[in-house]
């Protein structure tokens, strides 16, 4: 079955931690996605990636750190700079742009 | 002024009933819209994408475009519990192009009871 996967599902992290969120997509899709999204918020975007080995900051990369050096596979790092990383993540890929497909998301959640 | 509003709801109604659900937006050079569909806790799926103005049916859904009024619209007939959910509305100003930023609403909150 073609799809895009992400985990883990949930994700816990301490105060000062770097963790990495993975996101696989066997869809043969070029572009790949990350989002954040908070309770009553939209979806807001984080980074994206065109193509294999670059990617551009969306409107809150602060924070936050991608690669994408196989064209199925762009993790995001939530590095200790978030100060308020808790927060739903979705990943998504598209092949033409518009038409974005959404993978199931992780929580993350500081203690 | 935020580039798209929507109103988060929560919105309840009988099942059976026709379900209108709307996003207003501010910028004219948005051609590209689409509707999500966001169950608690999953990712959004994709319900319904629509380029410029017009409408579009699919089963119960029809997607409604006014781009002079820059106004969206998600219609759900004979709605049924399953469709309770968060509908959130995304807009793009270039289509066909991978790497394409869309904006999002903020969602609003579906339930149907039956």
């Known amino acids: 079955d073609g799809g895009i996967t992400q985990s883990p599902k949930y994700l816990f992290r301490k105060e000062g931690q770097n963790v990495t969120l993975s996101c696989e997509q066997n869809?043969?899709?070029?572009?790949m996605y990350w989002y954040r999204q908070d309770p009553g918020q939209g979806l807001r975007l984080i980074y994206y990636s065109q193509i294999v080995n670059d990617f551009q900051k969306g409107d809150i990369a602060e924070g936050y750190s991608v690669s994408r050096e196989k064209k199925e596979s762009f993790p995001l790092t939530v590095t200790s700079a978030q100060k308020n990383p808790t927060a739903f993540y979705l990943c998504?890929?598209?092949?033409?742009?518009?038409?974005?497909?959404f993978g199931p998301g992780t929580r993350l959640t500081v203690l | 002024q935020k580039e798209v509003e929507q109103d988060p709801g929560p919105l309840s109604v009988p099942e059976g009933a026709i379900v209108s659900l709307n996003c207003t937006y501010s910028n004219s050079a948005f051609q590209y819209f689409m509707w999500y569909r966001q169950y608690s806790r999953k990712g959004p799926e994709l319900l319904m994408y629509?380029?410029?103005?017009g409408n579009k049916e699919d089963g119960r859904f029809t997607a409604q475009v006014d781009k002079s009024s820059k106004y969206i619209s998600l219609f759900i007939r004979d709605s049924q519990p399953s469709d309770s959910a968060t509908y959130l509305c995304?807009?793009?100003?270039?289509?066909?192009?991978?790497?394409?930023?869309?904006?999002f609403g903020k969602g609003t909150t579906l339930s149907v009871s039956s």
């Open positions: 995304a807009m793009s100003e270039i289509g066909g192009q991978a790497g394409t930023a869309l904006i």
């Open positions: 869809l043969n899709h070029d572009a």
């Open positions: 629509t380029y410029s103005s």
């Open positions: 998504a890929s598209s092949i033409a742009g518009d038409e974005q497909f």
